[in-house]
Nanobody, 128 residues
Framework: QVQLVESGGGLVQAGASLRLSCAAS????????MGWFRQAPGKEREFVAA????????SYADAVKGRFTVSKDNAKNTVYLQMNSLKPEDTALYYC?????????????????????WGQGTQVTVSS
């Protein structure tokens, strides 16, 4: 079982930066491919970024490519999402997700259904 707790969200102005953290417990993130997703009011949950189990492969949604960076610190068992040049359209509840161990090393998973463990989310609001 994996427990995920997101933090770092907040209310910022357009152009600002935030770093979201996802602290994992119950299992090391060494054994999990990880993902970040977001959901705005009235919209479906959408892919933001993904990180392979090795940490060597990443994938980003087109809307955030070049502005967001996903990374992890195995020693802290934490995954991060660095968000720069934030836009009002980035406003959403951001979720961290972990995939159960499947033996993959460099594969990323950009769909919500690939993940079995989810955090409660952290709200990001970007004002114009």
């Amino acid at each position: 079982q994996v427990q995920l707790v997101e933090s770092g969200g907040g209310l910022v102005q357009a152009g600002a930066s935030l770093r979201l953290s996802c602290a994992a417990s119950g299992r090391t993130i060494n054994n999990s491919a990880m993902g970040w997703f977001r959901q705005a009011p009235g919209k479906e949950r959408e892919f933001v970024a993904a990180l392979s189990r090795s940490g060597g492969t990443t994938s980003y949604a087109d809307a955030v490519k070049g502005r967001f960076t996903v990374s992890k610190d195995n020693a802290k068992n934490t995954v991060y999402l660095q968000m720069n040049s934030l836009k009002p359209e980035d406003t959403a509840l951001y979720y961290c997700a972990a995939r159960g161990y499947d033996g993959t090393v460099s594969v990323v998973f950009p769909i919500p259904g690939a993940y079995g463990y989810w955090g409660q989310g952290t709200q990001v609001t970007v004002s114009s």
